[in-house]
């Protein structure tokens, strides 16, 4: 049988990585993007000539009524959904005294807000199969946090909290959710970093780099294919930084 995947914020990064090694296992991915609508049409054409299928979802996944229309459309084409992979996210970097009501408010919808919106939805759809994964992208300083990253750090916090809960309560049902706890991974959103202080940064990783969108999707594939007793999980992919 066909099996269906929705990652969010799969445009570039990441969450394009995720896409992309999912497809090539034959899932039917739903493609999201709030604003790189062309980077989303260029993910839809590279895994359409590898033959893989998708489905292009834009829409901004931290506002409810956006992602009703989203999975509105997910159901016109199947009943079920197999994973879900709550990928989208942005930062602000500063000092919390700095940070205006907007960007909190901003950070909390696309981080934090987007990730319950979306399995609100999508846990219907796994309880029909008794069946499901859910993979929440997540970030150390959800753990350890981060200083000039209050807001972020609060939202992958929150992530955290919410895996560990959501998963108590959908393991009867045979449905994972677990997080990965992303270090410094190489991508457009660390670009906010100069060369010194992205040198400083990997000073601080005993593995002595920064991990690729590439490793976070070998693992995010390797969730979704195996594992079916690993649940509640906070799983930290960051070369040794916090361990």
């Known amino acids: 049988m066909k099996k269906y995947a929705l990652v969010t914020g799969s445009s570039r990064g990441i969450g394009k990585a995720i896409a992309l090694s999912l497809a090539q296992k034959g899932y039917h991915l739903f493609i999201n993007s709030s604003k790189s609508r062309k980077d989303l049409e260029t993910l839809g054409a590279e895994i359409t000539e590898f033959g893989g299928c998708c489905t292009l979802l834009p829409g901004d996944v931290g506002d409810p009524q956006q992602v009703e229309i989203m999975f509105k459309s997910i159901r016109e084409i199947t009943d079920t959904l197999d994973v879900l992979v709550n ?67 609060t ?35 660390n670009n906010i970093f100069d060369l010194e202080e992205k040198e400083s940064i990997r000073n601080e990783i005993p593995a002595g780099r920064f991990g690729t969108p590439k490793e976070v999707a070998e693992l995010v594939t390797d969730l979704t294919e195996n594992h079916p007793y690993l649940t509640g999980q906070v799983i930290a992919l960051d070369g040794g930084m916090i361990s």
């Open 87 to 153: 990928n989208a996210g942005i930062s602000k970097v500063g000092l919390l005294q700095d940070l205006d009501l907007h960007d909190w408010d901003a950070l909390i919808a696309t981080n934090l807000s987007s990730v319950f919106y979306c399995s609100k939805l999508a846990v219907p759809m796994m309880l029909t199969q008794k069946k499901g994964k859910i993979i929440n992208i997540s970030s150390i300083w959800g753990i350890a946090g981060a200083s000039c990253e209050v807001a972020y750090a």
């Open 155 to 189: 939202t992958k916090g929150g992530i955290n909290s919410f895996t560990k809960a959501l998963a108590k309560e959908l393991a009867p049902s045979n449905i994972q959710v677990n997080a990965i706890a992303c270090g410094v991974i190489e991508t457009d959103m």
